[in-house]
């Protein structure tokens, strides 16, 4: 941990166990902020044997010390938030008084989630595999400048500024039907706004600014993953927002420049959801062998997650982008009981040997190169102390770290914030 600011973010196609690490490094900052991303992302937290998935509160949230702040690159449904806000308020009472949302974030209307079914179906078999949550076209309006903010909902004229963008969204959909039952959508929704209403609503960006300024120490957290980025992932089979460390900057109102440790989280195998590239992709039995012990299965979509072997060039391209200082490598006990793991460190790609992320990883023009290493029986999930894992996994840890040339400084052998070993 550093001075001011620090930044959590995926270093793949996101699910590689961020709601964990926020959880388990909370008590350490003073402030937990969101920084991009909508109700697509689930990050999964698991302490006293009680499972959490949060979509768009950050992971802080169980902790009493911790302010916990949903930025303004966040696009937000007050629906799904509100049913977020309700299941928290069981176990944690008093999480309104420590949750401020951004007057700069984005609503998602119930006609956004029309216009991304639209969009989805028209695509046929080249679906991106959207959650059809309306995320897309909200941030396209918030780029078209058309968007209605959170802010809005504190105006007179917020039904004018809502009925007008309705009515556009209306228009560009013509004769298309709603997926659901829009009439009842929109009452849920404008009961979730007067709720909304009623929260901690506030100037983040500045908020951010003076706290940075206090000495407290700030943790923005990313959702998705660097690989799902709208500008380096792998597109169009991406998310619409900035998922890297720039991210954390336009989405909280951080300067570059107050920035500390950069935290990449990465799992020791890979995992996709939905379309697109996947070259190390194991679409066998092995693959869902990884998938059944990993339990990778989407925590808000539920829709089984494609698996393969790590991906070092993809790694070392996060890194790079992110301007990585530390790694944090997620299951590594889903791995226990393979005798060898293959690891890609470079593609074959149009003819030559390469050993960065090209601008495409079509099948047809990228075939993975592998290094084998030696696997590992022992169950992890028991290990309370690094010394005690195999001396394999520990010689995989290594081999990561020069090939990424950044350290290891965790390793996660279970879901619980217990199951966390520190390296250094």
């Known amino acids: 941990m550093s001075q001011g600011a620090d930044i959590l973010l995926g270093l793949q196609w ?3 166990g961020k709601g ?12 937990v902020a969101r920084f991009q991303g909508g109700p697509n992302a689930g990050h999964t937290l698991e302490f006293n044997g009680i499972k959490h998935v949060l979509h768009t509160i950050p992971s802080g949230i169980f902790h009493e010390n911790a302010l916990n702040i949903i930025g303004n690159g966040v696009v937000m449904d007050p629906i799904i938030f509100c049913k977020e806000i309700d299941k928290l308020l069981d176990m944690e009472p008093k999480c309104l008084d420590r949750l401020v949302i951004s007057r700069k974030a984005h609503l998602i209307l119930p006609t956004h989630r029309m216009l991304d079914a639209a969009s989805e179906a028209a695509k046929g078999k080249n679906k991106i595999g959207s959650t059809l949550k309306g995320i897309g076209p909200t941030y396209m309006d918030k780029t078209g400048r058309n968007g209605l903010r959170i802010g809005d909902c504190e105006l007179p004229d917020f039904m004018t500024r809502y009925e007008a963008l309705k009515k556009k969204h209306l228009e560009l959909l013509g004769d298309f039907e709603a997926p659901f039952d829009f009439t009842e959508a929109e009452a849920q929704w404008m009961k979730a706004v007067d709720r909304l209403r009623a929260m901690q609503l506030a100037d983040t960006d500045v908020l951010i600014q003076e706290t940075y300024k206090s000495g407290k120490k700030i943790l923005a957290e990313g959702a998705q993953g660097t690989l799902l980025d709208v500008d380096f992932g792998t597109y169009p089979f991406v998310t619409s927002s900035t998922t890297t460390a720039a991210g954390a900057c336009t989405g909280l ?7 500390g440790e950069v935290i990449g989280i990465f799992k020791a195998y890979c995992t996709r959801v939905g379309s697109g590239p996947f070259p190390t992709e194991l679409d066998n039995d092995l693959g869902q062998a990884i998938r059944d012990k990993g339990h990778e299965y989407g925590s808000t979509t539920g829709r089984p ?3 393969g072997w790590l991906d070092l060039p993809a790694l ?3 890194v790079e982008v992110n301007g990585v200082t530390q790694l944090m490598m997620m299951k590594a006990d889903v791995l226990s009981g393979l005798k060898e793991l293959e690891v890609c460190t470079a593609y074959e790609y149009r003819g030559e040997t390469i050993t960065h992320l090209p601008y495409s990883l079509e099948e047809d023009l990228i075939t993975p190169i592998y290094t084998t290493l030696s696997g590992w029986d022992e169950d992890l999930t028991g290990v309370t102390d690094v010394k005690n894992l195999p001396t394999s996994l520990e010689a995989y840890t290594r081999f990561i770290e020069q090939e990424t040339g950044v350290p290891v400084v965790l390793i996660s052998v279970g879901p619980d914030r217990e199951q966390t070993l520190w390296r250094a």
Do not use: C, H, M, S
């Not at 964990?20 to 402030?31: E, F, N, P, S, W």
């Not at 109102?253 to 920035?259: D, K, S, V, Y």
């Open 20 to 31: 964990k690490i926020v959880d388990v490094l909370t008590r350490k900052y003073d402030v």
């Open 305 to 307: 997650r494609r698996t």
């Open 253 to 259: 109102g951080l300067a570059p420049n107050r920035i």
């Open 316 to 318: 070392r391209y996060a």
């Open 14 to 16: 996101g699910d590689e």
